[in-house]
């Protein structure tokens, strides 16, 4: 799938050393170690499959975009990133918005591995069946991180380190619009970027 040499170990190199600095003094540690196991899950396969099951160089810069964006919720709880109380404070907004940019940057930045790997086993008839189970995939897997979130609300009972894990700020509709703006955010990676079929 890659012309052109890997930029993977660099990538992997930098966010390494990224992801070293924000593990320093975290503002909830609980929340970090809660945040990173799903994110090294991830990791342990990308580099344990890395020489026979390798995706394409925009595939890699995505998925660095997306660890960078969750490695910095992760730091400071996704409901209290200062950038996220910038945005909100210059367009008077009720609340920190940035895990809603992490959870639609999921579906956006993600969705093209995905693609890439499910190409590998799977023959689609035509773009709209793909693109269909392309979001599904998306909207499932944000599903289950919400159930997870319930679960860990649930084990750890209401402190204020379980509300900065859930991130919820008040919202009961909070996980379904996290899990809407991942299907909205894949959609919109395939409509503009999806080059097989422009």
């Given at each position: 799938m890659n012309e052109t040499k890997s930029v993977a170990p660099i990538l992997f190199i930098i966010f390494s050393l990224f992801w070293i600095a924000l593990a320093i003094n975290p503002l909830y540690r609980n929340v970090w170690m809660a945040e990173n196991i799903i994110l090294m899950i991830g990791l342990y396969f990308l580099i344990t499959g890395y020489t026979r099951f390798y995706f394409s160089n925009t595939a890699y810069y995505l998925i660095f975009a997306f660890c960078i964006l969750q490695t910095i919720g992760a730091h400071y709880s996704y409901a209290e990133v200062p950038a996220g109380y910038w945005v909100a404070e210059m367009f008077d907004l009720s609340r920190n918005h940035f895990d809603r940019l992490v959870h639609f940057g999921f579906g956006f930045l993600i969705v093209l591995p995905f693609k890439q790997a499910l190409s590998r086993f799977v023959t689609f008839a035509n773009r709209k069946t793909e693109y269909f189970v392309l979001i599904m995939?998306?909207?499932?897997?944000?599903?289950?991180?919400?159930?997870?979130?319930?679960?860990?609300?649930?084990?750890?009972?209401?402190?204020?380190?379980?509300?900065?894990?859930?991130?919820?700020?008040?919202?009961?509709?909070?996980?379904?619009?996290?899990?809407?703006?991942?299907?909205?955010?894949?959609?919109?990676y395939l409509v503009i970027f999806d080059k097989k079929y422009h």
């Open positions: 995939l998306l909207i499932g897997i944000s599903g289950c991180y919400e159930i997870i979130e319930w679960w860990y609300a649930i084990l750890f009972e209401q402190t204020l380190e379980t509300n900065a894990f859930l991130g919820s700020q008040g919202d009961i509709w909070d996980a379904e619009k996290d899990v809407l703006l991942s299907g909205i955010g894949a959609w919109l």
